[in-house]
Nanobody
Framework: QVQLVESGGGLVQAGGSLRLSCAAS????????MGWFRQAPGKEREFVAT????????YYVDSVKGRFTISRDNAKNTVYLQMNSLKPEDTAVYYC?????????????????WGQGTEVTVSS
């Protein structure tokens, strides 16, 4: 079955950086839009960023624009989220997801497969 495995989370001070990775297996990776979502304690899961199958189109939630960058390497079946200038409010479990649909990619119900998540904690 399809697997999405996130890595790269951890504890970082405010202003620091982390790079999340999501390795996909058992799917035709280059045919899927990929997205990152996050869920903070006591809050609903929210959209963070998405990237088209080719990598040519990206979209971000306003709160991370200019700080986060989503990218993908189709040869490695991996999608990345580079997070800079981290803030305490970025603290959450981050999930990657894969979508076969040709949509915008900001809604969680557009995604077919999900990873287990990686925890990011930003201290003040």
């Amino acid at each position: 079955q399809v697997q999405l495995v996130e890595s790269g989370g951890g504890l970082v001070q405010a202003g620091g950086s982390l790079r999340l990775s999501c390795a996909a297996s058992r799917l035709t990776f280059s045919s899927y839009r990929m997205g990152w979502f996050r869920q903070a304690p006591g809050k609903e899961r929210e959209f963070v960023a998405t990237i088209s199958w080719s990598g040519g189109s990206t979209y971000y939630v306003d709160s991370v624009k200019g700080r986060f960058t989503i990218s993908r390497d189709n040869a490695k079946n991996t999608v990345y989220l580079q997070m800079n200038s981290l803030k305490p409010e970025d603290t959450a479990v981050y999930y990657c997801a894969a979508s076969v649909y040709n949509g915008v990619g900001v809604r969680s119900d557009e995604y077919n497969y999900w990873g287990q998540g990686t925890e990011v904690t930003v201290s003040s």
